[in-house]
C-alpha cells in the first residue's frame, strides 16, 4: 500500500482482557518496528523485525507482550492480560533497511479500563 | 538507556516567520539523527534526517543543523506556516543499535 496501515485505529478493553493489533507495512520494506508512545512523550521502541524474525525484542516491557511477523509482510502485536498501564498509542513503523528513515502508520490508541 | 532532550517545551511563532527547535543528545556513538513532525491523532511523519559525516542538510523550508562537538541539533523552518503547527521530534540512532531513540518533543504554534 501507500502508507503504512494499522488497525483497529481505537481499541478500548477491559483490564485482563487479550487484545492484538495488527500492522500492514510498505510493500517491499523488510524492516518492522513497534513503538508505543504515552501522552506528551516521544515513541519508545519494543521490537523490530527484519524480515520474519525479531532481530531485537529488547524494548517489550514483559512476556505480557509478545509479535510476530510470520510471512514478513504484516505484523501483529499481541498482548495478554491487558493493565491500565498498557494505555498508550501503539505506533508501527517500516522502512526498507535498518538504517534508513521509518515511515509511521497512524497508531492504534488502546484504552484498558 | 539514550538521552535525547529537547531545550523548550514548547514553541510559538508568528506566520511568517523562521522558527529553530533545538535538541541535546547525549550519546557520542549516535550518527544517524533524524527530525520527525507528529500532528494530533497522526504518527510521525520523517521531516529531514542528516548522518554525522555531515553538519548541515537542507531540504524544502526546512534546514537540519549537526554539531557533534556539543551533541547538539537543530531545526530551521523557514517561513512558518499555520500547517507547520505540531509536534517535532528529534530522534538518534547508533550504528550498532536496532532503534531510534525519541526526545520528549516540541510543541510548535504557529500564530496567524
Known amino acids: 500500500g501507500a502508507g503504512v496501515s494499522q488497525t483497529p485505529s481505537n481499541k478500548v478493553t477491559e483490564k485482563g482482557k487479550y487484545v492484538e493489533l495488527r500492522c500492514d507495512p510498505i510493500?517491499?520494506?523488510?524492516?518492522l518496528y513497534w513503538y508505543r508512545q504515552s501522552l506528551g512523550q516521544g515513541p519508545e521502541f519494543l521490537i523490530y523485525?527484519?524480515?520474519?524474525?525479531?532481530?531485537?525484542d529488547s524494548g517489550l516491557p514483559n512476556d505480557r507482550f509478545f509479535a510476530v511477523r510470520p510471512e514478513g509482510s504484516v505484523s501483529t502485536l499481541k498482548i495478554q492480560r491487558t493493565e491500565r498501564g498498557d494505555s498508550a498509542v501503539y505506533l508501527c513503523?517500516?522502512?526498507?533497511?535498518?538504517?534508513?528513515?521509518?515511515?509511521f502508520g497512524s497508531g492504534t490508541r488502546l484504552t484498558v479500563v | 538507556g539514550e538521552s535525547v532532550g529537547l531545550h523548550l517545551p514548547t514553541l510559538s511563532v508568528q506566520e511568517g516567520d523562521n522558527s529553530i527547535i533545538n535538541c541535546a543528545y547525549s550519546?557520542?556513538?549516535?550518527?544517524?539523527f533524524i527530525w520527525y513532525k507528529q500532528e494530533s491523532g497522526k504518527g510521525p511523519q520523517f521531516i529531514i534526517d542528516?548522518?554525522?559525516?555531515?553538519d548541515k542538510r537542507q531540504g524544502q523550508r526546512v534546514t537540519v543543523l549537526l554539531n557533534k562537538t556539543v551533541k547538539h541539533l537543530s531545526l530551521q523552518i523557514a517561513a512558518t506556516q499555520p500547517g507547520d503547527s505540531a509536534v517535532y521530534f528529534c530522534?538518534?540512532?547508533?550504528?550498532?543499535?536496532?532503534?531510534?531513540?525519541f526526545g520528549t518533543g516540541t510543541s510548535l504554534t504557529v500564530i496567524p
Open positions: 523485525f527484519q524480515g520474519t524474525g525479531a532481530a531485537d
Open positions: 510493500s517491499g520494506h523488510t524492516a
Open positions: 542528516i548522518r554525522s559525516n555531515m
Open positions: 530522534a538518534e540512532n547508533m550504528a550498532t543499535g536496532n532503534q531510534f531513540y
Open positions: 513503523a517500516s522502512s526498507l533497511s535498518r538504517r534508513d528513515g521509518y515511515t
Open positions: 550519546n557520542s556513538a549516535s550518527d544517524y
